[in-house]
């Protein structure tokens, strides 16, 4: 009955496979047991509460060399965290506006966003990381070329951003009147971000009310109620008024003596990786989106020329919203190897986790089995997360079968 029922077939089956696989396993460790024994180690996160003794030059937490393994591994999971977090905003901006363009009729413009798309698709990554880095260190001046009267380079972005070879400055903004803030051992959270962050979630609470009674009020009479001046009220409103009571403002870098003040100075690895990822993502992600946008029948955008909509009414309102069924799914992936491919960020001598991790602390410890195991299971962590949060919002826009 257990071969030949075909029922009790397919219990049969997947309990072999699992003893299988549970063997395979039990041999890996097995193994990995014998050549501790034999190196004279032993298995243990110990490490983790031993003094670092190494820096990391840029980090979102106090951190200095004296402080542990494991918080030198925080301040890299939160580098990462970041580039990976920008790196996906602007390689879907990119993306959306590529894949939309290389769509044009205009034969000029489509050419030119194939050409780019192209490029980026065939070229791997980690050669797009050294050329961006060879630019901003041989070609970009230094911070003291920003000097005198007639200087030999001059700030782009109406005087806001100065990229050299050694960082980026770029303006921070500032409180006039501070609040304070509120601490957490080392850390600290600002009371004006607690602020804007409560006018935030205000504002969209409030939102998705106004929403619900413009819809049952359309359901009632027919005629749904202009709510969009509300929303712009709603959010502009509370946030000008709590950036005059802080004196919120904008810093903008001064150069005082060989380097800028005043504003936030990007380490140049950071940058070079953050626009390496977005400009290499977002060929993959308009592709995707190129996809998504030939996938919807051609009478949904007569139907909406018949209608008066102007083409680019037709793209945002008719067409997009019906092409995301099919792009979330490629983009998701998209998402999980960009913060994975985060990773080469090594190439470039920025402290990732990669680099703090499975790096400097894996080769001051020698503990190379449970760095990697941690790395392991920090980065499929961090893609469980992503893709969990992509799906729910994948279930939202997909047809709703009746």
């Given at each position: 009955?257990l071969?030949?029922d075909?029922?009790?077939?397919?219990?049969t089956i997947?309990v072999?496979?699992f003893?299988?696989?549970?063997?395979?396993?039990?041999?890996l460790?097995?193994?990995?047991?014998?050549?501790?024994?034999?190196?004279?180690?032993?298995?243990?996160?110990?490490?983790?509460?031993?003094?670092a003794?190494?820096?990391i030059?840029?980090?979102?937490?106090p951190?200095t060399?004296?402080?542990t393994?494991?918080?030198?591994?925080?301040?890299?999971l939160?580098?990462t965290l970041?580039?990976?977090?920008f790196g996906?905003?602007?390689?879907?901006?990119i993306?959306?506006?590529v894949?939309?363009?290389r769509?044009s009729?205009?034969?000029?413009?489509?050419?030119?966003?194939t050409i780019?798309?192209?490029?980026f698709?065939?070229?791997?990554?980690l050669l797009?990381?050294?050329i961006?880095?060879?630019?901003?260190t041989?070609?970009?001046?230094?911070?003291?070329?920003y000097?005198g009267?007639?200087?030999?380079?001059?700030m782009?972005?109406?005087?806001?951003?100065?990229?050299?070879?050694?960082?980026?400055?770029?303006?921070s903004?500032a409180?006039s009147?501070?609040?304070g803030v509120?601490?957490?051992g080392?850390?600290?959270?600002n009371i004006?971000v607690?602020?804007?962050?409560?006018?935030?979630?205000?504002?969209?609470?409030?939102r998705?009310l106004?929403?619900g009674?413009?819809?049952?009020?359309?359901?009632?009479?027919?005629s749904?109620?202009?709510?969009?001046?509300?929303?712009i009220?709603?959010?502009?409103?509370?946030f000008?008024?709590?950036a005059?009571?802080y004196?919120?403002?904008?810093?903008?870098?001064?150069?005082?003596?060989?380097n800028?003040?005043?504003?936030?100075?990007?380490?140049?690895?950071?940058v070079?990786?953050?626009i390496?990822?977005?400009l290499y993502?977002?060929?993959?992600i308009?592709?995707?989106?190129?996809?998504g946008?030939?996938?919807?029948s051609k009478?949904?955008?007569?139907a909406?020329?018949?209608?008066?909509l102007?083409?680019g009414?037709?793209m945002?309102?008719v067409v997009?919203?019906?092409?995301?069924r099919?792009?979330?799914?490629p983009l998701i992936?998209?998402?999980?190897?960009l913060?994975?491919?985060?990773?080469?960020?090594i190439?470039v001598?920025?402290m990732?986790l990669?680099?703090t991790l499975?790096?400097?602390?894996?080769n001051?410890?020698?503990?190379?089995?449970?760095?990697?195991?941690l790395?392991?299971?920090i980065?499929?962590?961090?893609?469980?997360?992503?893709?969990?949060?992509?799906?729910?919002?994948y279930?939202?826009?997909?047809?709703?079968e009746?």
């Amino acid at each position: 009955m257990l071969v030949y029922d075909q029922h009790y077939r397919a219990m049969t089956i997947q309990v072999v496979v699992f003893v299988l696989v549970m063997l395979v396993i039990a041999g890996l460790i097995r193994n990995a047991v014998i050549a501790f024994e034999i190196a004279g180690k032993t298995f243990s996160f110990d490490f983790l509460s031993r003094r670092a003794g190494y820096d990391i030059p840029q980090h979102l937490i106090p951190y200095t060399s004296d402080d542990t393994h494991l918080r030198a591994a925080v301040v890299g999971l939160l580098n990462t965290l970041l580039v990976s977090f920008f790196g996906c905003i602007f390689a879907t901006v990119i993306g959306v506006v590529v894949g939309v363009l290389r769509l044009s009729s205009n034969w000029l413009v489509s050419r030119l966003m194939t050409i780019y798309v192209e490029i980026f698709l065939n070229i791997p990554l980690l050669l797009w990381i050294l050329i961006f880095l060879a630019i901003f260190t041989d070609v970009l001046p230094a911070p003291n070329a920003y000097r005198g009267e007639n200087p030999a380079a001059s700030m782009i972005l109406f005087d806001m951003v100065a990229p050299t070879n050694r960082y980026t400055a770029i303006p921070s903004l500032a409180l006039s009147n501070d609040p304070g803030v509120i601490a957490f051992g080392r850390e600290g959270i600002n009371i004006a971000v607690l602020a804007f962050a409560g006018v935030l979630v205000a504002a969209l609470v409030i939102r998705h009310l106004i929403a619900g009674w413009a819809s049952r009020v359309q359901d009632r009479t027919g005629s749904r109620p202009a709510t969009w001046w509300l929303q712009i009220l709603l959010f502009t409103l509370p946030f000008v008024a709590l950036a005059w009571h802080y004196g919120l403002h904008v810093v903008r870098p001064e150069l005082k003596g060989f380097n800028f003040v005043g504003g936030t100075n990007l380490d140049n690895s950071f940058v070079v990786l953050l626009i390496a990822l977005s400009l290499y993502t977002a060929a993959f992600i308009a592709e995707a989106v190129r996809a998504g946008i030939t996938a919807v029948s051609k009478g949904q955008s007569e139907a909406a020329f018949a209608l008066g909509l102007r083409p680019g009414r037709t793209m945002s309102l008719v067409v997009l919203p019906q092409a995301l069924r099919v792009i979330i799914p490629p983009l998701i992936s998209q998402y999980l190897n960009l913060t994975k491919n985060s990773s080469l960020a090594i190439a470039v001598g920025y402290m990732d986790l990669r680099g703090t991790l499975g790096g400097t602390t894996l080769n001051q410890t020698g503990r190379e089995m449970e760095c990697m195991i941690l790395m392991m299971l920090i980065y499929l962590v961090v893609s469980l997360l992503i893709s969990g949060g992509m799906n729910l919002f994948y279930k939202r826009v997909q047809l709703k079968e009746r």
